[in-house]
């Protein structure tokens, strides 16, 4: 058999890093690396470039194009830079992509990729959540499988991997509960970017750290759920798991409940996705039950927790909700991680868009949906000054 052709969008970022460590532990020459991306971090891509002997590596920094050809010097590595040299090198055939570029900023290259038909091995839960239905369409279009890398789904499509022909009748999603899981509303109103970024079981990217603090996450989550699995909002249920031992459970009509366990650690949720439908050798750690002693359970707090509740609203509301919900909130984490606004203020603001911006029509495709998009953030960027001032 040939070489297996993958490319990874995102590499210099936390599932990035974790992808370029699985596709090593099972062994590089079983690939052939066609493209990899990052964006501020020339360095960083440069040298995941050369580890994964790639033959594209771009930046979406278009400024960049001459600090990226100097650090790929002697490599023979092409180096391509800006948005549409992201587009370009996503639209490349390759039998597998990694999508790990955070936020809507993913949009456009995965949607590129899955054109192509590729297996899409999707972390960016910022396409479901912003444009789920038309990206869905584009992937049954073009025959594309698509493969949930984020914990808890990737959790449940082993679940269903094994229970194929037994309908689901609810999701469950765990939650750590984040950093904050016991603080009062008023200690949460004080905290800091560096606390909210201190996960207490996951080591990931500062962004979704901040968004498991506020379960924003989550609230993402559920909506990623619903288009992963074709669920309705009602079947998707939220429970706190401090432990993040249990990823997520899937209950059958006869009462049943699967749960996927295992250490908390992005790459078994990547190899998988990356070996499906086999399972690859990895040197995570071994679960020991005994010196974990006890799993608890618990209810998320709507009060201190309101993003939960947003969610289930942009979902009720369905059309483009989802998409004002992403946007604002991309909006409302830059301005908190820029001091501007505080920890529940997020929320807050979140709220206040999904209201003015109610009503606006449905997106029938990518164009659409970055037009809601873009709106969202000019509504959300109004609403950080007053909250700012
Ligand atoms: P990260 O911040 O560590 O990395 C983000 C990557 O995106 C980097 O490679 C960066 O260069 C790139 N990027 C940032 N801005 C960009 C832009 N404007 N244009 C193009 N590229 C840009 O993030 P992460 O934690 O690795 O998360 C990546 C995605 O995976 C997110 O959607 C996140 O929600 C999802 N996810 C992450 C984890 C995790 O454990 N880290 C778990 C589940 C899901
Ligand atoms: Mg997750």
């Not at 055939?93 to 192509?116: C, E, F, H, K, Q």
């Not at 444009?131 to 992937?139: K, L, P």
């Not at 750590?176 to 990931?204: K, Y």
């Not at 201190?304 to 604002?328: E, W």
């Amino acid at each position: 058999m040939g070489k297996r052709r993958i490319s990874i969008f995102g590499v210099t970022g936390s599932i990035g890093a974790n992808t370029a460590a699985v596709i090593e532990t099972v062994g590089l020459d079983a690939f052939e690396v066609v493209a990899v991306s990052g964006n501020a971090n020339i360095a960083g891509l440069a040298d995941a470039a050369r580890r994964l002997r790639a033959g594209v590596a771009v930046t979406a920094d278009a400024g960049r194009l001459d600090e990226l050809r100097a650090a790929l010097t002697g490599s023979g590595i092409e180096a391509a830079a800006g948005a549409s040299a992201l587009i370009e090198a996503a639209g490349r055939p390759v039998d597998w992509v990694m999508s790990a570029i955070v936020g809507a900023a993913g949009l456009a290259p995965t949607m590129a990729a899955a054109r192509t038909g590729a297996t899409i091995a999707l972390a960016n839960k910022e396409c479901l959540v912003a444009a789920g239905t038309v990206f869905m369409a584009e992937m049954s279009r073009s025959g594309a499988t698509l493969l949930p890398v984020d914990s808890e789904h990737n959790a449940i499509f082993q679940l269903t991997c094994a229970e194929r022909d037994c309908p689901i009748e609810r999701l469950i999603l765990t939650a750590s509960g984040g950093p904050f899981r016991d603080r009062s509303r008023a200690e949460m109103a004080g905290v800091t970017v560096a606390q909210a970024v201190a996960h207490p079981n996951w080591s990931m990217g500062d962004r979704i750290s901040i968004d498991s603090a506020t379960m924003f996450n989550k609230a993402l989550e559920m909506i990623e759920a619903r288009h992963l699995f074709g669920v309705e909002p009602e079947q998707i249920e939220v429970v706190v798991h401090p432990q993040s031992i249990i990823h997520s459970m899937v209950g059958f009509r006869d009462g049943s409940i699967l749960a996927h366990l295992g250490p908390p650690d992005m790459r078994v949720a990547i190899g998988y996705a990356l070996c499906w439908p086999e399972r690859p050798e990895l040197p995570v750690e071994r679960l020991d039950f005994a010196a974990l002693g006890r799993l608890d359970f618990e209810a998320p707090d709507p009060e201190r927790f309101p993003a939960l509740g947003l969610a289930r609203a942009a979902m009720a509301r369905g059309g483009v909700a989802p998409c004002v919900l992403n946007g604002a909130r991309e909006v409302a984490l830059d301005a908190f991680i820029a001091g501007r606004i505080g920890f529940l203020d997020m929320a807050a603001l979140v709220e206040q868009a999904m209201e003015r911006l109610d009503g606006l029509p449905e997106a029938n495709d990518l164009d659409d949906i970055f037009a809601v998009d873009a709106e969202a953030r000019r509504v959300a960027l109004e609403l950080v000054k007053r909250f700012a001032a």
